[in-house]
């Protein structure tokens, strides 16, 4: 099933933006802990929040190498397809997904940008359905807009089936 | 117009079902107690009471409903008004609920269930005459079936309105249980197990009541045979608790259909009555638990878009009957519901599905093992070490993902997917291909190394029905995902 390859990619500046976010998260994960480590001797808590805490730092530790090795895998491992009546999803590095989506059931269609995204002109494209939500990290600006035109289309052409 | 004027006396009735806890924690077990809370709260309680029933009274005045030929008008709130149109070819099903309160009264509550977003989704008569009920029920059918038509041919259109007529009037019957059914299930559902938290709820109020007779009590427990024959009446009791129990609950069940629907009727004092349009069925369910299984019986539940309203009554009132014999089920889906075909004939999962079944970690072990660990308990006085617990929870585990390999089966073919899976209670599910509202497949790295998938499939309800089916061959991911491409084949 890893093999599998849908027609598009992400845009290539997606692992730089993915590490720069993490890390900024994981350095405010840090800050907290520090913080509330220095509450723990300071204050003299009980012993079994110690412990917590010291878990929680070895998680932070790990997870911050992960988010340095994760992005670029998690890259290439992204993939879509979207044609007149389907909307495909494929990602993932440990766990592998594949989603498929009929476009008559998509509800809603958006983009979104934060402050990261906006400086390497880059959006998300976020889709609804019934039941569940998607989402497209991380397309270059044209192309995202022009998805979402795709989307907006093919998902509102096919309403009078249902 | 507004709804019926009992509807206040109802609500009247409700609330005072629903606060009967906290008048008697406020007023009668804590009613000399000072404590502020007790205190202030009797007072926040009656100026709570007096607001509702003012808001009762104004909403029922405040609150009307319309009709046309297609849709409903409700007027709904009293400071924030909110009209709403939900048109009929939206509702879903249909439940009549017929309580104790509207048999004494000679009246029945109707909800029409829609699948909208929302919070009032249903449109709930609380009390009307049974001939009112019977004159919406008719009309949202009956609105439904011109919606129906219109998207038809048009010059067929009165012949087949009243053809639309005749067949609503031909119920059959398909299903009645027997008085041995009704034994069969009393057991089943080992209800009877339910007198055990009451007698020993019942004896917690009692015992400050009992008379305090220290030697006779000594000298009665001691005599063996008293207490076995105490025991014998204690079971006579469960048991014929639990016959009654289930006689009043499935005794008068009814399962019919005509041409459009399917109505699910059933109950002795509280009566409920469930119609759903068959073209609005999202997919089946059958449950088996352990102890249906051994008595080879099964429940079958109609997956429909809208909820209807958990009742508290704890049977589903969607659910076909749930004691259904296994051979019955499959022909009684037949009957209902012609177009799902369902097959005895399925896919196994291969061998090494049972290997990544039994290595996958399991964190409900690993937690309850660090737990027993640490705590080191010993439940009920009993020297056993903390390991012993830890390898019994291990085999439950064990067997439970034994036994799911060994009924996991899977078949998709055509427009229809069926699987069944579980360990100790199994389930199965069958829907068409067009009722699948999304999938997903998904592979993590211990099946990646087995060559093993999971499958994952959404139906329409409320919540959305997810279904999914571990660990089969990487080629049937792909297989499925091909077919759910073609469903375009039946959606024209």
Redesign the interface.
């Known amino acids: 099933m890893n093999d599998i390859k849908l027609e598009h990619k992400l845009a290539a500046d997606m692992p730089k933006v993915r590490i720069i976010s993490e890390t900024i998260g994981n350095i405010i994960g840090f800050i907290v802990l520090a913080i509330l480590l220095g509450a723990d001797v300071y204050f003299e808590w009980p012993v079994w929040i110690g412990w917590i805490l010291y878990g929680l730092i070895v998680f932070t530790v790990l997870g911050t190498i992960w988010a340095f090795i994760e992005p670029k895998y998690l890259y290439r491992s992204w993939s879509y397809q979207i044609d007149e009546d389907y909307l495909q999803l494929t990602y993932g590095v440990l766990k592998r997904e594949w989603v498929t989506v009929p476009m008559t059931k998509i509800q809603s269609v958006s983009t979104s940008q934060g402050p990261i995204l906006r400086k390497y002109h880059l959006r998300t494209i976020k889709v609804e359905t019934m039941g569940s939500s998607h989402e497209i990290p991380a397309l270059d600006e044209p192309v995202a807009l022009e998805v979402r035109e795709k989307i907006a289309i093919s998902a509102k052409l096919k309403e009078v089936d249902e | 117009m507004r709804y019926h004027p009992l509807t206040i006396f109802f609500k009247l009735y409700q609330l005072i079902k629903n606060s009967f806890f906290i008048i008697i924690i406020l007023y009668v077990i804590q009613g000399r107690s000072d404590f502020w809370l007790y205190e202030y709260g009797r007072y926040a309680f009656i100026v709570f009471i007096i607001l509702r029933i003012l808001y009762i009274t104004v909403s029922w005045w405040k609150e009307t409903y319309q009709w046309d030929k297609q849709a409903f008008h409700l007027k709904k709130g009293v400071f924030v008004r909110n009209f709403s149109t939900i048109p009929f070819n939206k509702i879903q099903n249909v439940t009549r609920q017929t309580t104790l309160f509207h048999k004494i009264l000679r009246f029945t509550s109707v909800s029409f269930e829609t699948a909208m977003d929302g919070a009032d989704d249903t449109i709930k008569f609380d009390v009307v005459t049974k001939k009112h009920a019977a004159f919406l029920t008719d009309l949202v059918q009956k609105g439904e079936a011109d919606d129906l038509e219109e998207t038809e041919n048009k010059f067929e259109l009165e012949d087949k309105v009243e053809s639309v007529k005749a067949k609503n009037e031909g119920k059959i019957i398909h299903f009645e249980p027997t008085k041995r059914e009704l034994w069969k299930a009393s057991f089943t559902s080992l209800s009877f197990l339910a007198i055990i938290p009451i007698t020993a709820g019942l004896y917690d109020y009692v015992e400050p009541f009992l008379p305090k007779l220290e030697g006779f009590a000594e000298s009665f427990f001691q005599s063996k045979w008293l207490i076995f024959l105490l025991s014998v009446i204690a079971v006579i009791i469960a048991v014929s608790f639990g016959v009654i129990r289930t006689f009043t609950r499935f005794g008068k069940y009814k399962i019919s259909s005509n041409e459009r629907y399917i109505y699910i009727d059933r109950g002795i004092l509280s009566e409920s009555n469930f119609a759903i349009e068959k073209r609005k069925v999202q997919g089946l369910q059958m449950r088996q638990t352990f102890m249906k299984r051994l008595f080879g019986l099964t429940e079958v539940t109609l997956i429909s878009s809208a909820s209807p309203g958990a009742n508290d009554d704890s049977v589903n009132v969607n659910s076909l009957y749930p004691f259904l014999p296994i051979s019955q089920a499959y022909a009684l889906i037949e009957q209902l519901l012609p177009e799902y075909q369902l097959k005895t004939k399925m896919s196994r999962l291969p061998r090494k599905a049972l290997f990544v079944k039994l290595l996958r970690p399991s964190y409900v072990w690993l937690i309850a093992t660090g737990l027993l660990f640490y705590f080191k308990p010993k439940p009920f006085d009993l020297d056993i070490t903390w390991w012993i617990y830890s390898l019994v929870l291990l085999g439950i585990i064990v067997l439970q993902r034994t036994l799911d390999y060994v009924h996991t089966k899977y078949r998709i073919d055509e427009d229809q997917v069926q699987w069944w899976q579980g360990g100790l209670t199994t389930q199965m599910f069958v829907t068409k291909r067009q009722r699948v509202?999304?999938?997903?497949?998904?592979?993590?790295?211990l099946q990646?190394i087995f060559g093993a998938?999971t499958l994952q499939m959404?139906n329409?309800s409320t919540?959305?029905q997810?279904e999914t089916i571990v660990d089969v061959p990487?080629t049937v991911?792909?297989f499925y995902?091909q077919w759910?491409?073609e469903?375009?084949k039946e959606?024209n």
Not at chain 2, 437 to 445: A, F, H, K, R
């Open positions: 509202i999304e999938i997903s497949t998904s592979q993590s790295l990646k998938t959404m329409r919540p959305v997810i990487v991911a792909r995902q759910y491409q469903r375009n959606m």
